[in-house]
């Protein structure tokens, strides 16, 4: 006893020292302190939202072009990690152009409006402190005028939180106008010959990656920027609450309980982290998921007769019931991880979290700490209403920061998936494409074609000089076709179905790949298609015509509405005009008119337009052979050279030359004697019949025969 009470007096002088020294220098302490923390918060927020490595889980195999492609079905891993700032910070260089575009505006607005609310709530924290001081001492005086200053704070809080929700959904819209108009301009910009062209088409035909670009670029886009616009406040916001609430503080109850706080939440967020799921993966396997479906949906619509002819409703409500199963599937497996993780979530930043606030904020009154003198009853009242205040708010700041992470990682999902349909666009415009290839790509032989690349001249004719023919799959269907077409000399294209006639036009149209040889063709703007079923636009009768010209456009071309009533009336379909109600109507046509009228309104186009190549595909497969003479005639005294796939005999006499695919991969190029062939048509017919009465003979040969035996005998 005697030795501990000898070592207690004697080190009570010592921390009398350390007391009176330490309170000597307490400011600067409670400045490095403060210091200290700022630059924690913000270092342990920017480790927090830093790169992580992505472990590669997917296998490669190699495109067409030579470039790798993804062969395993699981899909690639979507985090926050160095991938996704990448994707991130190139997508924020078209959303936000310069420094002086309307969206940093709109961010810098964005940015004042959210540090003005932070002191306006600093404001209303000491102004309830205040409040509550006067009630406890039985001031009314310095209540009432207290009440009053919180009802005038209401006008500016009220006005800026209004303003902060009205800029943010501006600011998602503008981002959302500025992507949509990059990936338009792509999509549907200005189409050039070549590998630069017709994106829209190649990157549903050509390429296997993206499988619903109307779901990505209305939905997903979408999605990305309302994140992308909430991400801002959802973080910077929080940060700086953190801070300023924080530094607040500490000048009420001293930096030392601002370390022990830090100390503690720090320790409590790790856990949470490491129990936070990867809502980023969740949120991309939902769009795709849910583009799948609408994927399904749209089929059932575009090929709805067929389904009705067949009486496939049961199979189609299994194929997008097999769909919806799925998206349910996912949807219930993140709603439970949700439950649990938001949980644990409430239970650490609500609960835990409120209970420390409450230990730093008793401080002050428990511990007489160096160089704060105590004070009354209602002082300490004051003080610690205050003190709550500050502590709620950094604590939900804290938390926003915590749930931000989780923001953050839907964000990853939504720009994995944005930035996949800027990727595929732009590597289609390079003319690579990943598409699985049919087992015969695999040869040797054709796996050397695929590998190539031919030339594409603008020429006045054209001409095809060892090009092979190759669908987008692999599959070689000529392995060097050559042919020429020369102006007003009409080609006719015949053969068994998938050999390779309608690949020929997409070709010509810039719409394939040239894997080899040299094509001379004009430039694109020279060409029209007329399919079987030709495409009719959303609009009026005239519109219908003059396609994709629109009436400025008709005006500025010299042409007139009974320009277009004659031209309907070479194709014996002036009587629609006044029919449907004027050129001014608008019906959704393709319901309206017949299949014979379609193709006709097709043809009307042709002669409106009057290209220089022409390129048919059945296009009369519809329509009387009188009207048909009459069209055929008509575009060639127009000058258009026709380039026609048909298998009516009546169409032969119109053109001079003939291409006869074989079918195996063979052709013959050579002059078409229309004459001739329609004699070796009729020869070959009769000889067809006759050889169908063959059986019917030998059987009554053999009836006569054993008649006659009868009779013999």
Request: proline share 4%; with cysteine.
């Amino acid at each position: 006893m005697t030795v501990l009470s000898t070592l207690r007096k004697s080190s009570q002088p010592a921390l009398t020292n350390f007391a009176k020294t330490y309170a000597a220098h307490r400011p600067l302490v409670q400045r490095i302190l403060t210091a200290a923390f700022i630059a924690q918060v913000l270092a342990g927020t920017f480790r927090s939202l830093s790169t992580r490595p992505t472990p590669s889980s997917t296998s490669k195999g190699k495109g067409r072009d030579g470039s790798k492609a993804s062969t395993s079905e699981k899909p690639p891993r979507v985090a926050v990690d160095a991938v996704f700032y990448q994707r991130l910070a190139r997508i924020l260089r078209l959303v936000i152009p310069s420094l002086r575009s309307k969206e940093a505006l709109l961010l810098f607005m964005h940015s004042s409006l959210l540090i003005f609310r932070t002191a306006i709530s600093l404001y209303v924290a000491a102004l309830d402190g205040k409040i509550v001081a006067s009630l406890v001492r039985a001031q009314p005086l310095p209540f009432l005028l207290n009440i009053i200053r919180w009802l005038l704070v209401a006008i500016p809080a009220t006005w800026t939180n209004s303003w902060l929700s009205y800029i943010q959904n501006k600011l998602a819209i503008a981002y959302r106008t500025r992507l949509t108009e990059e990936v338009l301009t792509q999509y549907l910009g200005d189409q050039q010959e070549g590998p630069e062209g017709k994106v829209y088409y190649k990157l549903s035909n050509l390429d296997d990656r993206v499988k619903n670009p109307d779901q990505m670029i209305t939905h997903d886009i979408q999605k990305f920027s309302n994140n992308l616009a909430a991400i801002y406040a959802n973080l910077a916001k929080p940060v700086l609450d953190v801070i300023l609430y924080n530094y607040q503080l500490s000048q009420n109850v001293g930096a030392e309980g601002l370390v022990l706080l830090t100390v503690l939440v720090q320790l409590s967020a790790v856990l949470l982290r490491k129990l936070t799921p990867p809502f980023g993966a969740y949120t991309s396997i939902s769009a795709q998921l849910l583009g799948a479906l609408r994927h399904t949906h749209s089929r059932l619509v575009e090929f709805a007769e067929e389904i009705a002819f067949f009486g496939g409703e049961e199979t189609e409500k299994l194929l997008v019931g097999r769909e919806y199963a799925g998206l349910v599937m996912h949807e219930n497996r993140v709603l439970g991880r949700r439950w649990w993780h938001g949980c644990v979530e409430e239970g650490i930043v609500k609960w835990l979290w409120g209970s420390f606030g409450l230990v730093i904020c008793a401080i002050p009154v428990f511990f007489k700490l160096p160089g704060i003198h105590s004070s009354d009853l209602g002082s300490r009242t004051e003080g610690f209403v205050t003190n709550r205040r500050l502590l709620l708010s950094s604590s939900d700041a804290f938390g926003r920061v915590m749930y931000s992470y989780k923001d953050l990682s839907e964000l990853a999902g939504y720009t994995a998936r944005v930035s996949m349909l800027l990727d595929t666009i732009e590597d289609t415009k390079k003319g690579k494409f990943e598409k699985a290839l049919v087992s015969s790509a695999s040869t040797e032989e054709n796996s050397k074609i695929l590998k190539g690349r031919g030339k594409v001249i603008e020429s006045e004719e054209i001409r095809f000089e060892n090009v092979p023919i190759v669908t987008p799959n692999g599959d070689v269907l000529v392995k060097n076709l050559s042919f020429f077409v020369k102006p007003g000399r009409h080609l006719l294209i015949v053969g068994p179905n998938g050999c390779g006639k309608s690949s020929l036009f997409r070709i010509l149209g810039g719409l394939w790949p040239v894997y080899g040889g040299v094509v001379y063709k004009p430039p694109a703007d020279q060409f029209i298609l007329i399919p079987q079923r030709p495409y009719l636009p959303i609009g009026t009768l005239r519109d219908q015509v003059i396609y994709p010209h629109n009436r400025a456009d008709m005006e500025e071309r010299g042409r007139t509405d009974n320009d277009l009533l004659e031209i309907l009336s070479i194709v014996q379909m002036e009587s629609v005009v006044e029919r449907e109600g004027g050129w001014d109507a608008a019906r959704e046509w393709r319901d309206v008119l017949s299949g014979g009228d379609k193709q006709k309104i097709a043809w009307a186009r042709l002669f409106y337009h009057k290209p220089k190549y022409a390129v048919l595909d059945e296009a009369t497969s519809l329509v009387p052979i009188e009207t048909e003479g009459m069209m055929m005639d008509h575009a060639t005294e127009l000058g258009i050279t026709l380039l026609t796939v048909s298998h009516r005999p009546s169409l032969w006499k119109y053109h001079a030359m003939i291409l006869h695919y074989d079918g195996q991969g063979g052709y013959v190029f050579t002059e078409l004697d229309a004459d001739k062939r329609l004699a070796l048509q009729e020869e070959k017919q009769a000889l067809e019949a006759k050889l169908l009465d063959v059986p019917k003979m030998r059987a009554r040969l053999s009836e006569l025969l054993e008649a006659t035996e009868m009779q013999s005998a």
